[in-house]
């Protein structure tokens, strides 16, 4: 993922409120979110390259999403592919102590009454505060301009009248709006690529987001999950209970 906002424990019907879009190059080969047959419990896309994931959540309850931590001055490090973390962590057996091999990352993961949010920068791993969050290719809630823009966004999504909802986290993940220059955070691209990867919903040659994500948990454990991919345009749906 390259964008990730979500409203934990702030509303008052859905405890975990989220939408997410995933940046990936076009040629990189990907399966559209389904329940995996080698792991029936784990609903999530699927990179069909490296095997691994970049969100999904499990009817046992367990979620887990992650974005790169992008920063072109770091020394690369062919380590393993970081969406193995996401589904080991859905599988439940991630192993978060040492993750020097990987190239930069910031993880959403565990129990969706206990998650946690955890990079490998720092490092850190710590309880997932309740609040607004937005995480894009930078640590939590560091206000570059789209994370910004997504969490008031969010904001004004959680008070959509009924029936709105998600359909306004869609409209907020569609936003094509650039930063202004200023704006710009300095990870090491040229200034016309930053400007590119700027803006929400990412549209560039050969680069761009693959898929939009709107994931609703209530109180009652009943998940909504509708994954919208790009550029087709093919929508997944699926609604189940935790603990099926």
Not at 141 to 155: D, F, I, L, S, Y
Request: charged letters at 20%; proline letters at 7%.
């Amino acid at each position: 993922m390259c964008l990730i906002t979500l409203a934990y424990h702030v509303h008052p019907r859905y405890p975990l409120v989220l939408a997410a879009n995933r940046d990936e190059f076009h040629e990189r080969p990907t399966a559209p979110a389904s329940w995996w047959s080698d792991a029936p419990h784990v609903l999530a896309g699927r990179d069909l390259r490296a095997g691994g994931t970049w969100l999904g959540i499990t009817r046992h309850g367990h979620f887990a999403a992650l974005t790169n931590h992008r920063d072109l001055r770091r020394e690369p490090k062919p380590g393993p592919s970081r969406g193995l973390l996401v589904r080991s962590a859905l599988e439940g057996t991630a192993t978060l102590d040492d993750t020097v091999a990987y190239e930069g990352f910031n993880l959403l993961h565990g129990p969706l009454e206990k998650l946690r949010y955890h990079n490998n920068i720092e490092p850190t791993d710590v309880a997932l505060e309740p609040g607004i969050h937005g995480l894009s290719n930078a640590l939590l809630n560091t206000p570059w301009p789209k994370v910004q823009r997504a969490k008031a966004a969010m904001e004004r999504a959680l008070n959509s009248r009924e029936g709105a909802l998600v359909e306004d986290l869609f409209a907020l993940l569609a936003d094509p709006a650039q930063a202004e220059v200023e704006q710009l955070p300095d990870t090491g691209l040229a200034p016309p690529m930053e400007r590119a990867l700027s803006s929400v919903f990412i549209d560039t040659t050969g680069y761009g987001t693959r898929c939009s994500t709107v994931l609703l948990v209530d109180t009652d454990g009943q998940v909504y999950f509708e994954e919208r991919t790009w550029p087709a345009g093919t929508a997944q749906r699926m609604t189940f209970a935790l603990g099926e």
